[in-house]
């Protein structure tokens, strides 16, 4: 393995780097070479075994300053505690006596006369003689190596981080790196409402576990998903979340040595059932024991030139499982890291395929890792505008939220979204958002000024008169939706597993208050609610459902069946001569039950551009209740 070569060149290195310094403090009086030998073997092999457990736990990038070697520092301190005690405490403190009297003898008139004894006008100091075959300047030695990795690690790192972070010509190396492009125009691109997500993750943790006990195969015995691991993920057109079946203890791990596949939940419908995909034979998981660990294996593949971030797993368009995980590599001294390749890691076989951010299989949603774009866009919100000196703040913006959302407005197209605001502490809008290419380091700025953010957004949804429950707030997201910056959030009830589906919620984002969220327990009502409340209010936009105005159509009906939603029934239904189809729900009414194919009817809807539009109003004219009552006859 690579990691072997690598630990015998770093222990080498402390050991000819001790053993020079015991020679050149000993010198003078040096003892036989068959005791340096032994001693330098004792460290070398003790240097060799740490190194081997560094690299193979610790894992350290060999990039940076120091093409990544900074991690010698870390034996070196080791070696040289144990050189500088490799002779007993009495040896260490004869040794720093006679480093005292050397540094003191410097300079005077008898200058520096080496290791057996120094000068300094009538006085004489002679070290105590050594043992037969001791190395006296083993303490010395150590001593010296400490104070080497003292002046790398305050001093040499200080001044490469002053060198590359500070001043305004690094600032601006650190703003450009996102490569950031001004947008003029003040509307996000259009949101195909088809594939908005409904589903945190927390609701698909919850839906995840009742798939995992389901499955009847007993597997929630051995093993279990984790909340954080579910990834949001388009495959064939369609957004889900997945998440690897992982062991439940060591014990699972050490008895079956693979997971059986993985969960998908779907992210549109919160009323889906989830899947379990089974008969796959994943042995490379993130946390698993030894060489079975993702990151390990590939670090123990060869790719130890770079961090090994984000590993995240995607299935392509058969479904097959794999990892992938960016490689990335500093730009500025210790920091400014960007990706230099992606690997995609077979879940199965372990097989790594590297490629280049150009050359990234398209079902590949994301390489570039969310904590790196915040970092990227906190850079270039501080300097791209302002000097590196900005005590004042002006001109300076700042991430509004910790994490990007990741967002699909359309399905096969996800970016990074991340709203900007001001420095101040104080400010609660928008001074523009940015979408982030989540395969290339390229993002763009919009200027939508005033639109509501940080923890306003989240009150806005709770404080809602319709949140009678108070259910919690999640996977709050910016869509353009009707040609308004829209913010949708989804209601959830939290439970001892993740938590479960509750209502949408839908606010315009430039008109952020409680009173105006539609909360629905669907997305077309929500979507129906939301394009009612922009044309109540004069607010128009430029999309396709702009004015959502009413319209009327009486048809003959085709098809009409109920179903339920949420616990609440409602019926779909077909006209003639309509290409779309209508929902209502029961309380709309009491004719729903009673309509039959081929009556007339005559339906009221919001026209949003929607394949299934909900219903306003509903008349069934062939159900007549106008006539009057019959009079009971006379029973003779």
Do not use: C
């Amino acid at each position: 393995m690579i990691i072997v070569g690598l630990a015998a060149i770093g222990a080498t290195l402390v050991t000819a780097l001790l053993v020079g310094l015991a020679w050149a403090f000993g010198r003078a009086s040096w003892p036989a070479w068959s005791a340096v030998g032994r001693w330098a073997a004792v460290l070398w092999g003790l240097n060799f075994i740490l190194d081997l457990l560094i690299f193979y736990f610790g894992q350290p990038a060999l990039t940076g300053p120091y093409g990544g070697w900074q991690w010698v520092l870390w034996p070196l301190a080791l070696s040289a505690i144990y050189a500088l005690f490799s002779g007993g405490l009495t040896r260490a403190r004869e040794s720093f006596s006679a480093f005292n009297s050397r540094i003191g003898a410097f300079g005077g008139q008898g200058g520096f006369t080496g290791f057996a004894g120094s000068r300094r006008g009538p006085s004489r100091i002679v070290p105590s003689a050594p043992p037969a075959g001791a190395m006296p300047a083993t303490s010395l030695a150590g001593g010296a190596a400490l104070a080497l990795v003292l002046l790398v690690a305050l001093v040499i790192n200080g001044l490469i981080v002053v060198s590359t972070t500070w001043f305004d010509p690094n600032a601006k190396a650190l703003a450009a790196i996102p490569n950031i492009q001004m947008v003029s125009s003040t509307k996000l691109p259009p949101t195909d409402v088809n594939h908005i997500v409904l589903v945190t993750q927390d609701v698909a943790s919850y839906l995840g576990q009742q798939a995992l006990a389901s499955g009847g195969q007993n597997l929630g015995s051995i093993y279990h998903t984790i909340g954080a691991e579910y990834t949001l993920q388009s495959v064939r057109g369609h957004l889900y979340w997945i998440a690897p079946l992982v062991y439940n203890n060591v014990w699972a791990n050490i008895g079956q040595w693979q997971s059986p596949g993985y969960v998908v939940v779907d992210a549109e419908d919160p009323n889906a059932s989830p899947q379990l995909r089974t008969g796959y034979h994943m042995r490379y998981l993130p946390d698993a024991l030894l060489n079975q660990d993702l990151l390990r294996h590939v670090y123990l593949s060869g790719y130890v030139y770079g961090d090994l971030a984000d590993p995240t797993l995607e299935v392509d368009d058969s479904w097959r499982p794999y990892f992938t995980v960016s490689l990335m590599q500093p730009t500025r001294g210790f920091t400014g890291e960007v990706v230099k390749r992606v690997l995609v890691v077979d879940t199965q076989s372990g097989a790594i395929s590297d490629y280049s951010l150009a050359q990234i299989p398209s079902w590949v949603d994301r390489v570039i890792p969310a904590d790196a774009v915040h970092q990227y866009l906190s850079w270039w919100g501080l300097y791209h505008a302002a000097s590196w000196f900005n005590p004042s703040g002006q001109n300076q913006q700042a991430p509004a939220t910790d994490t990007p959302e990741l967002v699909y407005n359309q399905v096969d197209q996800p970016v990074w979204l991340e709203p900007m605001t001001s420095s101040a502490a104080s400010d609660n809008s928008s001074t523009g958002v940015v979408l982030f290419d989540t395969r290339d380091m390229t993002g763009r700025f919009y200027p939508l000024t005033g639109l509501g953010v940080t923890d306003n957004v989240t009150t806005a949804f709770k404080s809602n008169p319709h949140n009678i429950r108070d259910y919690d707030v999640g996977n709050i997201e910016l869509y353009e939706i009707y040609g308004e910056p829209t913010w949708v959030a989804t209601f959830t009830q939290s439970n001892a597993y993740g938590a479960s589906f509750q209502a949408v919620g839908i606010v315009d984002a430039r008109h952020l208050n409680g009173a105006n969220v539609i909360m629905a327990s669907t997305k077309s009502d929500a979507l129906a609610g939301y394009a009612q409340w922009l044309a109540d209010n004069g607010v128009t936009g430029t999309g396709p459902a702009s004015s959502a105005k009413p319209v009327s159509v009486t048809a003959k009906l085709g098809r009409i069946s109920p179903a339920t939603e949420s616990g609440v029934t409602v019926y779909y239904m077909t006209l003639e001569g309509q290409t779309r189809i209508f929902k209502a729900g029961l309380t709309l009414s009491p004719e729903l039950p009673l309509a039959q194919p081929g009556d007339i009817v005559t339906v009221t809807y919001l026209d949003t551009g929607q394949s299934v539009v909900t219903i306003t109003a509903f008349n069934d004219q062939s159900i007549n209740f106008s006539g009057a009552a019959p009079t009971a006859s006379a029973t003779p």
